[in-house]
């Protein structure tokens, strides 16, 4: 394909902008569909964090491999800086060898991950069509990463302004975050706390409360002007990667996600740079992706089925295993490898899970919708019946 060629991207999340960038870096052009007038709008000024131990690499050399520049908050959190504390509520330290996590700010903020993507795709000539949607595609090809679909997982939480020194502090008890964890994130005098959960969503208030007292009950911190945010996440068994030759689908839109911890936004860039390479070098984006990323999500649903399956005495002794280490990152590397007894319990958690996805249809009888997974002749079928 020439350089002067022009690609379409739907949804200006990480997934995308990852896309962009890699396309237009190769020369082509690149019109960027965003529904809406900014990115990060569904996100509060929350930190989260780019996990840096499922690769040999550490992240940033990752995302620097990707073509994407470190210009947004980006602060490296090692063993030293902070800790987690398990059911009995004692505390577990932990030593690693590089950092443990980079933590990144969410949202419309200057410094926010998603602000500074948009930045490198505008100065790279991508054409943002804000407020916009491409809802069906007459030819050429559309990489799609317009996000989760449905919640597997969710977060309640809340943004803050605190005199806290700077630190990460990881909880995980059933009792405030059913197969889940809870965490506190504080950078420069702003902290983030929320509790996850992969069960029991109804009772999302009664365990976000429960948690706040453990935070309070462990840590004596000022919280100021504090303001309340929810978010979800969704992954599948088996990624879902494009509709025909022509339209690709990454990030969370395919399933790409850690169904273990949540920690997706790797996923995302990676599967928007493998989708774009696919388009640059004629390569297959199935191929790319089965080799480069089904074997740590394979991985990681068979992590979420033992985590799920381990309650509260097996978290106990996991902290205990985890403070005894001299580096925990070669053994938190270890189980995203795909190896032979990670294949035998993914055929497990497979069938185990099931995603709270109900795939849309948009009953076209002539189907092009960029969004609906499905094809002409199945609608030709829903059509007639």
């Not at 996100?43 to 499922?54: I, R, T, V």
């Not at 620097?64 to 470190?70: A, E, H, S, W, Y």
């Not at 088996?238 to 690709?248: A, T």
């Not at 985590?307 to 106990?316: I, K, Q």
Request: proline share 3%.
């Amino acid at each position: 394909m020439s350089g002067n060629k022009t690609i379409n991207v739907v949804g200006a999340g990480p997934g995308g902008f990852a896309a962009a960038i890699s396309l237009a870096e190769n020369g082509y052009n690149v019109n960027l569909y965003e529904k809406n007038d900014n990115v990060g709008v569904r996100f509060n000024g929350d930190f989260q964090g780019l996990e840096n131990w499922s690769d040999d690499e550490d992240t940033l050399s990752i995302l620097g491999r990707l073509g994407i520049k470190i210009n947004f908050l980006c602060q490296p959190y090692s063993g030293d800086d902070g800790y987690f504390i398990g059911p009995n509520r004692k505390k577990a330290r932990i030593k690693t060898s590089r950092p443990l996590f980079y933590l990144i700010e969410r949202g419309t903020g200057e410094n926010s991950l998603d602000q500074g993507l948009r930045r490198q795709a505008e100065e790279l000539g991508v054409n943002i069509l804000w407020n916009h949607k491409m809802e069906s595609l007459k030819k050429g090809y559309a990489i799609v990463g317009t996000g989760p679909k449905a919640a597997d997982a969710i977060a309640k939480g809340m943004v803050f302004k605190t005199s806290y020194k700077n630190i990460f502090i990881g909880f995980v008890d059933n009792r405030i975050a059913p197969q889940a964890y809870a965490y506190l994130l504080v950078n420069n005098g702003r902290a983030t706390f929320a509790t996850c959960m992969f069960n029991d969503f109804k009772n999302e208030k009664t365990y976000f409360e429960r948690s706040l007292q453990v935070l309070n009950s462990s840590i004596d911190i000022d919280i100021i002007d504090e303001k309340e945010f929810g978010g979800f996440v969704n992954f599948f068994n088996e990624p879902i990667l494009s509709k025909g030759d022509r339209i690709f689908y990454v990030g969370e839109n395919a399933g790409f996600q850690d169904a273990l911890w949540g920690f997706g936004i790797k996923y995302a860039m990676l599967s928007g740079y493998y989708a774009a390479k696919s388009i640059i070098d004629n390569e297959l984006y199935s191929d790319l992706c089965k080799t480069h990323l089904y074997p740590k999500l394979k991985a990681s649903l068979a992590n979420r089925w033992l985590f799920s399956h381990l309650y509260n005495p097996g978290y106990t002794y996991l902290f205990k295993y985890m403070a005894a280490s001299d580096d925990v990152i070669p053994s938190l590397r270890k189980h995203y490898n795909f190896s032979l007894s990670k294949k035998l319990i993914y055929e497990m958690a497979k069938r185990w899970y099931r995603t709270r996805l109900i795939n849309k249809q948009c009953m076209h009888v002539h189907c092009d919708c960029v969004w609906c997974r499905h094809g002409k002749h199945e609608h030709e079928l829903v059509e007639n019946c």
